[in-house]
């Protein structure tokens, strides 16, 4: 039997299935479920994207799909998922499209990890029938209040990717209220966010966050000569790793990433007292 105190926290990152399309692979669905299951995440991040068009035999299939996954899930709908009413069977399925999971350590792993827990909030970026995202001001104040453990590690999750990703074209988008929900995210120390929607594996290291875009995990929908994938996450006392698995079976290291010297990365960009001050949407 595993002694957990001595284990990394694990997260699973999936996003872009787009379950309906004639690109959806089966096959690659099926080795993901049980790679992930083999893995044993303590929790399954499903970043949007799920159906192609929003219908709902698509919803049924997606839910099938997902229900094979044994360890918890936070699920957020995508651009597609919205598309033709989707979003009443995005609820009928799968619950809230703002959502909150959180994880307390037991004290010896607590320690080892130096963290109380995780907490991940996620939030639907997404608008009906349009590409774009948004998250919005009016919900600010929410995702604020869902981080009340201040030592835990704070994972937030949305759709749309909030900064530009490589090999992926004109950039069309970001969500457009990136500059403010960025900067709230930086105030509230965020250690990590995941989002999908580029279908593009990539990473930002940003004023102390580490930003981790998914690939799609299985379908053709690829771009240039990039193949599906999905994100492995393990935090430890020092690190965050991030691992990218593909359809052929590799297991490959992309991010190591430094805890220990993510306080510095921070003052090197620090907002001041009097900026938040002045910044009526931050304050409210």
């Not at 068009?53 to 698509?58: C, R, T």
């Not at 997404?126 to 104040?141: F, K, Q, T, V």
């Not at 995210?185 to 580029?198: E, F, P, R, W, Y």
């Not at 990539?202 to 299985?218: D, E, H, K, P, R």
Request: charged share 25%; hydrophobic share 40%; net charge negative.
């Amino acid at each position: 039997m595993k002694n957990m105190s001595r284990l990394p926290l694990t997260i699973v990152q999936m996003s872009d299935l787009h379950c309906g399309e004639p690109t959806f692979q089966p096959e690659v669905m099926q080795s993901i479920v049980e790679r992930v299951n083999h893995i044993a995440p303590e929790v399954i991040v499903v970043a949007g994207d799920l159906t192609a068009a929003g219908y709902e035999w698509e919803y049924d299939e997606v839910a099938e799909w997902l229900g094979r996954l044994d360890a918890p899930k936070v699920i957020i709908p995508g651009n597609h998922d919205s598309r033709n009413v989707g979003y009443i069977h995005f609820r009928k399925h799968f619950g809230e499209r703002f959502s909150r999971f959180r994880q307390a350590f037991e004290p010896e792993r607590a320690e080892r990890l130096r963290t109380t827990g995780f907490t991940v909030v996620a939030a639907d970026s997404s608008n009906p029938d349009l590409d774009e995202g948004h998250i919005g001001r009016e919900h600010y104040a929410w995702i604020r209040e869902q981080f009340d453990e201040p030592d835990d590690i704070k994972v937030f999750v949305l759709h749309h990717h909030l900064m530009p990703i490589p090999g992926t074209g004109r950039e069309r988008n970001i969500i457009t209220d990136a500059g403010d929900l960025l900067a709230l995210l930086a105030q509230m120390d965020i250690d990590i966010v995941l989002s999908g929607h580029k279908h593009v594996p990539y990473f930002w290291g940003l004023n102390g966050i580490l930003v981790c875009n998914s690939g799609t995990a299985a379908t053709k929908r690829v771009r240039g000569l990039t193949p599906p994938s999905w994100n492995e996450l393990q935090v430890d006392a020092s690190t965050i790793k991030v691992f990218l698995h593909y359809p052929d079976g590799r297991r490959e290291l992309s991010v190591i990433r430094s805890r220990t010297t993510r306080s510095l990365i921070r003052e090197a960009f620090y907002l001041t007292e009097d900026f938040h001050a002045s910044n009526r949407v931050l304050v409210e």
